[in-house]
T-cell receptor, first 117, second 114 residues
Framework: GAVVSQHPSRVICKSGTSVKIECRSLDFQATTMFWYRQFPKQSLMLMATSNEGSKATYEQGVEKDKFLINHASLTLSTLTVTSAHPEDSSFYIC?????????????FGPGTRLTVL | AQSVTQLDSQVPVFEEAPVELRCNYSSSVSVYLFWYVQYPNQGLQLLLKYLSGSTLVKGINGFEAEFNKSQTSFHLRKPSVHISDTAEYFCAVKKKTSGSRLTFGEGTQLTVNP
């Protein structure tokens, strides 16, 4: 299957700082990327869907000014957690689809563990 | 809207025993069905998927699942589990529409004991 990478895999930051997480599709051009958040022992919660070159569509209850998503190219999407606070600590996972891949499949990145002190 | 219910949050089994992880879904339209596995601190890996055709789907690592339309179920099975199968398993559905999202169940923690 296709490969999706995330960077960094783990980040620790101080409260009030901003953190950027990158999601890259390594061997295909992803027309759609999804960002998920996962709390311990829970399922994945979709935060937003982004299509290359257009604004992301955020799920209800997700603050678009806090979680900035940019999908500037067909291989890269970024999630920036602005003014992070301890309650933003979580596991963030991206997935990518489209671009010649089977329409029915998304490929997941390995996740980024964010800890806000 | 779609919803997915995984009937067991935790399933403990002994090594080499068979296992079934249950998944039921609800949808007003036709969907694709998936099972993913997640090891600690990792992303999701696709185990298998049902798109159409034969209702018995075989996946990686010896897993298989059967789509039952009348019962709206997609249970995951393995005849003999290994310690290395210990992980979180997620059932998911997706509308048959380009760019549509995955809807996940709450997950089932499979723990294989020696």
């Amino acid at each position: 299957g296709a490969v999706v990478s995330q960077h960094p895999s783990r980040v620790i930051c101080k409260s009030g700082t901003s953190v950027k997480i990158e999601c890259r599709s390594l061997d295909f051009q992803a027309t759609t990327m999804f960002w998920y958040r996962q709390f311990p022992k829970q399922s994945l919660m979709l935060m937003a869907t982004s299509n290359e070159g257009s604004k992301a569509t955020y799920e209800q209850g997700v603050e678009k000014d806090k979680f900035l998503i940019n999908h500037a190219s067909l291989t890269l999407s970024t999630l920036t957690v602005t003014s992070a606070h301890p309650e933003d600590s979580s596991f963030y996972i991206c997935s990518a689809g489209g671009g010649g891949q089977p329409d029915n499949e998304q490929f997941f990145g390995p996740g980024t563990r964010l800890t806000v002190l | 809207a779609q919803s997915v219910t995984q009937l067991d949050s935790q399933v403990p089994v002994f090594e080499e025993a068979p296992v079934e992880l249950r998944c039921n879904y609800s949808s007003s339209v036709s969907v694709y069905l998936f099972w993913y596995v997640q090891y600690p601190n990792q992303g999701l890996q696709l185990l298998l998927k049902y798109l159409s055709g034969s209702t018995l789907v075989k996946g990686i690592n010896g897993f298989e699942a059967e789509f039952n339309k009348s019962q709206t179920s997609f249970h995951l099975r393995k005849p003999s589990v290994h310690i290395s199968d210990t992980a979180e398993y997620f059932c998911a559905v997706k509308k048959k529409t380009s760019g549509s999202r995955l809807t996940f169940g709450e997950g089932t923690q499979l723990t294989v004991n020696p």
